[in-house]
Nanobody
């Protein structure tokens, strides 16, 4: 079964940090573009970050720049999102998404349409 599984969410105090993991099973992430999206209660889904297959091409949503780092470990078939200085408004379900190798560029994937694989999400709650 081909799937993405997120982990690492939980309750964290404002100013704290979390590292989210996205692990693929049933397929190899090596050449996939992988991104993180989030959806807060009552709000639309939005992109957080993306990473290209070679790790050199990365994208960060403006509000997380300087506070988030996306990385990948192909040996573990996993992509990570390290988030620091978390704020209450970062509370959301965080989803991992992976798109197969092809001509679609990250700048188009950030809208979230047409991405082939999605995880079920992990809840991040930032609260004191």
């Amino acid at each position: 079964q081909l799937q993405l599984v997120e982990s690492g969410g939980g309750l964290v105090q404002p100013g704290g940090s979390l590292r989210l993991s996205c692990t693929a099973s049933g397929f190899t992430l090596d050449y996939y573009k992988v991104g993180w999206f989030r959806q807060a209660p009552g709000k639309e889904r939005e992109v957080v970050s993306f990473i290209g297959s070679d790790s050199e091409d990365t994208y960060y949503e403006v509000s997380v720049k300087g506070r988030a780092t996306i990385s990948r470990d192909n040996a573990k078939n996993t992509v990570y999102l390290q988030m620091n200085n978390l704020k209450p408004e970062n509370t959301a379900v965080y989803y991992c998404a992976a798109d197969p190798p092809g001509e679609t560029q990250i700048k188009d994937l950030v809208y979230g349409y047409g991405i082939k694989y999605w995880g079920k999400g992990t809840l991040v709650t930032v609260s004191s």
